[in-house]
């Protein structure tokens, strides 16, 4: 069956690049999260989509960091001018409503940033 | 500040052990959810708690949610290779006014056969 995906699913970039990052989610999943996760630690929140409300933006780490949803579908995570420290796995889930009350979220296989 | 915090960080045991890992936050959840990771994969929900000392089954893994909805923990019996994994907790704390799940750090599971 169709699960969430994620491209690339390796990216190598030298600092000072742009990098884009992009979502798949799960047909008809109304909400759309984005974590990033670095070597050996847990998901740190970036950014979530539900439905037609305004991001939650609350997560992103600096103005470099934006994403974009086109309505219930692809999301894009945009990096600019990237630096070392924005090496990390980013991994987006999807799930039918707002995991924060219980639904279920489900995670694509994460892209693999590293930037040199 | 780490709002969910996890121990052990690191567990390596032989296969047949038990094991519980723990899930600690001074913030109350609304809902508590563990989730298995494996190497290149993402993470893989096992199981939701929501009601103050909940005990949910899933096979040989046992999961509590505190009375207080403030801490969790997750035991396993007679522990397999495939076990194998980062366990990760992650809840929907109340204060934060956020709808989306807060995780901890994960405790890292090897089980030697």
């Known amino acids: 069956g169709a699960g969430v995906s994620q491209s690339p699913s390796n990216k190598v970039t030298e600092k000072g690049k742009d990098v884009e990052l992009r979502c798949d989610p799960i047909?008809?999943?109304?909400?759309l999260y984005w974590y990033r996760q670095r070597l050996g630690q847990g998901l740190e929140f970036l950014i979530y989509?539900?439905?037609?409300?305004?991001?939650?933006k609350s997560g992103l780490p600096s103005d470099r960091f934006s994403a974009e949803r086109t309505g219930e579908s692809v999301s894009t995570l945009t990096i600019q001018r990237t630096q070392q420290e924005d090496s990390a796995v980013y991994l987006c889930?999807?799930?039918?409503?707002?995991?924060?009350?219980?639904?279920?979220?489900?995670f694509g296989p994460g892209t693999r940033l590293t930037v040199t | 500040t780490q709002l969910l915090e996890q121990s052990p960080q690191f567990l390596s045991i032989q296969e047949g052990e038990n094991l519980t890992v723990y899930c600690n936050s001074s913030s109350v959840f609304s809902s508590l959810q563990w989730y298995r990771q494996e190497p290149g994969e993402g993470p893989v929900l096992l199981v939701t708690v929501v009601t103050g000392g909940e005990v949910k089954k899933l096979k040989r893994l046992t999961f509590q949610f505190g009375d207080a909805r403030k801490d969790s923990s997750l035991h396993i019996t007679a522990a397999q290779p495939g076990d194998t994994g980062l366990y990760l907790c992650a809840g929907s704390i109340m204060d934060t006014g956020r709808r989306a799940l807060t995780f901890g750090s994960g405790t890292r599971l090897q089980v030697q056969p």
């Open positions: 889930a999807s799930s039918r409503g707002l995991a924060g009350v219980g639904y279920e979220q489900y």
């Open positions: 989509f539900q439905g037609n409300s305004a991001p939650d």
């Open positions: 047909s008809g999943h109304t909400a």
